[in-house]
């Protein structure tokens, strides 16, 4: 599997490669990723399947509107009736250059609220890598910057999280915590800037 970083601010290019840069399957990337050919890219979307915002809005003009309904209509069809932060959904596209996009929740509706302190990046990752390596059809994944639009998580916050979500699916490096305090030690982590208690 192939993997592309890509980001339109420049903040965000520094920050993965901080992370990621010997990584032989990952090209990190500063342009626009609705400009891409690649089997999937990411949309780093709500759980209702809300795309008219941020970079979802530009994913929407690009492979077209209908693609949101399509997206609504499958999450609806869901037993749970919404798409959790932690999970992800491949739908086709029906585009040439763009066949597939991955549909990975970074928040569960849009808002710039405890966002930037949440784990949220690094569970839509883990997401994205799972569905990803699970469709035959997909071999080449373009990833924004997740958390980092709407949601105002620092660049370096975000690819931290995206770099430990990669860590445990992709190079197997799976945690297995001998305590709850280990647990929450790599939680804490995992986002430096989060709060365990109030």
């Not at 690649?38 to 759980?47: E, F």
């Not at 069809?77 to 999970?87: D, K, M, N, Q, R």
């Not at 890598?129 to 997740?146: M, Y």
Request: glycine share 8%.
């Amino acid at each position: 599997m192939q993997y592309i970083l890509i980001d339109t601010k420049p903040e965000m290019i520094g920050a993965w490669n901080s992370y990621f840069k010997d990584q032989p399957n990952v090209d990190i990337v500063h342009g626009d990723i609705t400009r891409l050919n690649c089997d999937a890219i990411v949309s780093p979307a709500n759980s209702f399947g809300f795309m008219d915002g941020g970079l979802d809005y530009l994913i929407s003009e690009r492979l077209g509107w209908d693609l949101e309904k399509e997206l609504q209509r499958r999450i609806k069809a869901l037993p749970e009736g919404e798409l959790l932060v932690g999970t992800a959904m491949v739908v086709a596209t029906g585009d040439n250059a763009i066949p597939f996009i991955i549909s990975a929740p970074t928040m569960r509706v849009p808002t710039n609220f405890n966002i930037d302190t949440s784990v949220n990046a690094y569970l839509a990752m883990k997401a994205v890598l799972l569905h990803a390596r699970q469709h035959d059809d997909i071999h080449c994944v373009a990833i924004p910057g997740l958390c980092t639009g709407v949601g105002r998580m620092s660049p370096i916050i975000s690819a931290r999280q995206m770099w430990y979500a990669f860590q445990e699916i992709e190079l197997g490096e799976k945690q297995d915590f001998s305590s709850f305090g280990a647990a929450q030690k790599y939680h804490r982590h995992i986002n430096p800037d989060g709060k365990l208690w109030h």
